[in-house]
T-cell receptor
């Protein structure tokens, strides 16, 4: 099983649509989770951290299910500017500093 | 807003040559990282650095790679003898601490092309 697994997509959705991405991780002791956004040939930028209780930031909602070892990202009312690759990032158990990235899910929002 | 900077943005080199990629982390950050992303693939961890020494490295980070913080502001990645498969985007990152919630901030990357 891959350490962090995502559906690569692409997800092509019309403007205004709601879209959801999932990500699974293999190490049940992983300590923290993030969604990053990456535009073509640019650096990853933090979209949001993912907390056990779930969290929301405007149109974006992130959920963590530790029992099933998956993380989700929901984008409501998609904008053209949301077109990007969304990277699921997991920080392994304490004692390590690295991030483990998923391959990313490509989103294209169509006019 | 403070940001991580990297130079050069694009480096082209011949196989077997040495390259040095430069990064200036955010000034009050204590932890520094290098990642790479081969075109079309995922971002992969190379090395983390704290208190002037390597704190963790991946299998990719073999003897051809080294890191240094030569002057208190720059953080460099050296590849001693480049191979074709070293062609990738190299991202530097920094974080204020190592706690689980600490975000890593990424620089814009250096695209390395090995011919």
């Amino acid at each position: 099983r891959k350490e962090v697994e995502q559906d690569p997509g692409p997800f092509n959705v019309p403007e205004g649509a709601t879209v959801a991405f999932n990500c699974t991780y293999s190490n049940s002791a992983s300590q923290s989770f993030f969604w990053y956004r990456q535009d073509c040939r640019k650096e990853p930028k933090l979209l949001m951290s993912v907390y056990s209780s779930g969290n929301e930031d405007g149109r974006f909602t992130a959920q963590l299910n530790r029992a099933s070892q998956y993380i989700s990202l929901l984008i409501r009312d998609s904008k053209l500017s949301d077109s990007a690759t969304y990277l699921c990032v997991v920080r392994p158990p304490s004692g390590t500093y690295k991030y483990i990235f998923g391959t990313g899910t490509r989103l294209k929002v169509l006019a | 807003e403070p940001e991580v900077t990297q130079t050069p943005s694009h480096q082209v080199t011949q196989m077997g040559q040495e390259v040095i990629l430069r990064c200036v982390p955010i000034s009050n950050h204590l932890y520094f990282y290098w990642y790479r992303q081969i075109l079309g693939q995922k971002v992969e961890f190379l090395v983390s650095f704290y208190n002037n020494e390597i704190s963790e490295k991946s299998e990719i980070f073999d003897d051809q790679f080294s890191v240094e913080r030569p002057d208190g502001s720059n953080f460099t990645l050296k590849i001693r003898s480049t191979k074709l498969e070293d062609s990738a985007m190299y991202f530097c990152a920094s974080s204020p601490g190592a706690a689980a919630y600490n975000e890593q901030f990424f620089g814009p990357g250096t695209r390395l092309t090995v011919l």
